[in-house]
């Protein structure tokens, strides 16, 4: 690999410190797109210093009117002669103020978070509507599993920086009694492994053939895939045991480094769980033919675990390598 321009060790690490002016604490950050440059977080820092450090969420309260902002973007009331304002501490949960839009792909900064959803809540309490990542902790985000109205519930990062990403949501129907009274409650006291498989048609014979029939030309497929150096790439150190399960039938999916391999039936332990009732849906989105990633969208697929879009991500790819290989 060549030399870069600028030597990581010259690159400041993406961190952020409080710097006391007059008495009061104002949070500087630097981040990935201001790597060289510091930016102050100004007369907002008090909203994320208490994201970062008490896991609160600071409104502000017009004294006259009695208008709740979130976040307390305004030090005087416009709407009151500048009336002045105070602060107060909000609750975490609410309701959508809109049906959010769902970001599939994303540039590199935030495609370890993909699929997200990205809208306004309301908190109980607010005038204002705060904006906010969405997440499911049952499996992957598809349209219209968070709607207009579903009463959501904010988490915060277990790891927070101050910057706006430290919380997210998730429905609250996915909560416990408790965890939806807790006050800062954090990612990792979420249940991200359990989720709700979605129940395969019953299968006879046909479906067998038809599964047999699939399993046969996928495993062609991978053999083609791991012929080409340009598809294995796209998973070079990547390493995923994925059990798909399917009407007729299941089979592992492996992915090591580079190569890929299918092997019939279940063989140990999983990362996660793929689950389409028709086998073909996979083998047309390996084969250029398809969309892993509409299929989603169409609950013609479904993953366990969010966070795998990434490898679904890594599968297209090999996909569209091998398809762009054969017409050179």
């Known amino acids: 690999m060549s030399n870069k321009v600028i030597p990581l060790e010259a690159i400041p690490d993406r961190s952020g410190h409080t710097v006391t002016i007059d008495g009061r604490n104002y949070l500087v950050m630097n981040d990935a797109m201001f790597t060289f440059y510091q930016r102050s977080m100004g007369e907002l820092s008090d909203f994320f210093l208490a994201l970062r450090d008490e896991k609160k969420i ?3 309260r017009c004294t006259k009117c009695g208008m709740v902002r979130v976040p307390p973007f305004v030090t005087r009331c416009p709407d009151c002669n500048f009336a002045p304002v105070e602060t107060v501490e909000m609750g975490d949960t609410g309701k959508m103020l809109a049906t959010p839009p769902i970001t599939y792909f994303a540039n590199s900064l935030f495609q370890q978070q993909v699929p997200f959803g990205r809208g306004r809540l309301l908190l109980e309490g607010a ?6 990542n969405i997440y499911t902790t049952k499996g992957i985000l598809v349209p219209g599993l968070v709607k207009k109205g579903t009463e959501m519930k904010v988490i915060f990062r277990d790891n927070r920086v101050g910057e ?3 919380i997210f949501c998730v429905p609250a129907a996915e909560l416990t009694a408790d965890q939806l009274a807790q006050k800062g409650l954090t990612a990792s006291a979420l249940d991200w492994e359990t989720s709700t ?7 006879g014979e046909t479906e067998a053939q038809h ?3 699939v399993l046969q030309e996928l495993q062609a497929l991978v053999g083609e895939m791991n012929g080409c150096e340009r598809a294995r790439k796209d998973i070079a150190g990547w390493h995923r045991t994925v059990l798909v399960k399917a009407a007729g039938g299941e089979f592992t999916l492996k992915i090591a480094d580079g190569e890929l391999t299918v092997e019939p039936d279940k063989t140990g332990p999983s990362d996660f769980v793929m689950v389409c009732p028709d086998p073909k849906v996979l083998l047309d989105g390996l084969a250029y033919r398809g969309s892993l990633t509409q299929a989603i969208m169409t609950r013609n697929l479904w993953i366990s675990k969010n966070i795998e879009f990434n490898t679904i991500f890594k599968l297209e790819r090999m996909a569209r390598s091998l398809a762009r290989s054969k017409k050179v």
């Open 58 to 60: 600071l409104g502000c």
């Open 197 to 203: 498989e979605p129940a395969l048609p019953p299968a």
């Open 211 to 213: 599964f047999a029939a």
């Open 164 to 166: 706006i990403t430290d």
């Open 127 to 132: 005038d204002t509507a705060l904006s906010v």
